[in-house]
């Protein structure tokens, strides 16, 4: 029997590469997101390519959606927790109490939801392996960041804790750390402003959702006596949240 990974968010981006990217080492996959159509598509190419995938058209900010659709899956062995977003880029004082709720409810609770319901699969099977995707804002807090910065900080900590808290149960926890990945991610930052998110990347080549997943690939193919605790990747372009070389500019 194939092994079997839910990724969520899989919809585009790091969620959409990596279902591909495990489907291609062969893995059954079970792909949720909040766009049908996309998951379709996701569906019908893993398909076309001999995999297998079931598709979960849901929020993971919805409590109940995630145990109505989660809570019947058999055994599950693993989990990629990338649901996640940003949104507004303000100074505290001006920040849309929205965006601010929209950010903790899918980084954070979403991600603790998803987790109470598959861990315990994990548990009861003996052995899993949960991999959340977290970002470089985790550790470095900038400007106009304040609540997306405090997210990751929240799945920095709660991957650090269920790595300790599943020890016991040989389930592997790694977290993984991006700089500048360019997906959709700016351009639901800006709430739709194309130019403002194409700015983002100016000058830079920034990493793409395939590198993302090609180092989850690597990860979850390690020996089992081998645990990724958490792994930064940048653009070579990039040393850190404040330190980017933009080549047009001088």
């Known amino acids: 029997m194939n092994r079997l990974a839910l990724i969520t968010g899989a919809t585009s981006g790091i969620g959409r ?3 591909l990217r495990l489907a291609g080492l062969g893995y059954d996959i079970v792909a949720t997101g909040r766009r049908e159509e996309r998951l379709a598509a996701l569906r019908a190419e893993i398909e076309g390519n001999g995999g297998r995938c079931t598709t979960l058209c849901f929020d993971v900010r919805d409590l109940a959606a995630c145990e109505k659709h989660l809570a019947p899956l058999g055994r599950v062995d693993l989990l990629v927790n990338n649901a996640g977003l940003a949104a507004g ?65 929240a799945v920095h900590a709660i991957s650090q804790s269920m790595r300790a808290d599943l020890l016991s149960s040989g389930i592997r926890v790694s977290e993984i750390r991006p700089g500048m990945v360019e997906t959709e991610f700016s351009l639901v930052r800006f709430h739709g402003d194309r130019e403002r998110a194409d700015g983002t990347y100016r000058g830079v080549e920034p990493l793409t959702g395939d590198d993302i997943a090609e180092a989850i690939a690597w990860i979850v193919q390690l020996p089992a006596r081998m645990n990724v605790n958490d792994i930064v990747l940048m653009p070579a372009q990039q040393a850190g949240a404040y330190y980017t070389f933009r080549k047009n500019e001088k």
């Open 17 to 19: 590469a990596t279902a």
């Open 89 to 153: 880029l303000e100074h505290i004082d001006c920040g849309d109490t929205g965006d601010w709720d929209a950010m903790i409810d899918t980084n954070v609770k979403g991600l603790l939801y998803v987790t109470r319901i598959i861990a315990p699969k994990m548990v009861a099977a003996g052995g899993g392996h949960i991999v959340n995707i977290g970002s470089i804002a985790g550790t470095e807090p900038y400007e106009n960041g304040a609540v997306y910065c405090a997210s990751k900080h």
